[in-house]
Nanobody
Framework: QVQLVESGGGLVQPGGSLRLSCSASGRTVSRYALAWFRQAPGKEREFVAGTSWNGGYTDEADSVKGRFTISRDNAKNTVSLQMNSLKVEDTAVYYC???????????????WGQGTQVTVSS
């Protein structure tokens, strides 16, 4: 079974940047699609960005296109989310997720990390 651990969250001012990282252990995730989701208080968890098993395909939610970039390193069993031009509405708990399905699913992930808090505030 795969275990996921996120890191890199914190407090940042509007317009700033943060980089989230997710490390996988237990078994290689080289054949898994990996994604980032987020959940703000009082809202449902939503897809943010995802990458196919080899990084050949990526997808981002419209709300983060042009600001967030997902990348993965299968040799290191990691996936990262570079977040630029952060907005107050990006405040949420961010979760790393994995699934053995093809492509870049936006739902149906079956392995989740514990989450890391990102707060965008002045």
């Amino acid at each position: 079974q795969v275990q996921l651990v996120e890191s890199g969250g914190g407090l940042v001012q509007p317009g700033g940047s943060l980089r989230l990282s997710c490390s996988a252990s237990g078994r290689t995730v080289s054949r898994y699609a990996l994604a980032w989701f987020r959940q703000a208080p009082g809202k449902e968890r939503e897809f943010v960005a995802g990458t196919s098993w080899n990084g050949g395909y990526t997808d981002e939610a419209d709300s983060v296109k042009g600001r967030f970039t997902i990348s993965r390193d299968n040799a290191k069993n990691t996936v990262s989310l570079q977040m630029n031009s952060l907005k107050v509405e990006d405040t949420a708990v961010y979760y790393c997720a994995a699934t053995s399905g093809p492509g870049v699913p936006t739902k149906g992930y079956d392995v989740w990390g514990q989450g890391t808090q990102v707060t965008v505030s002045s």
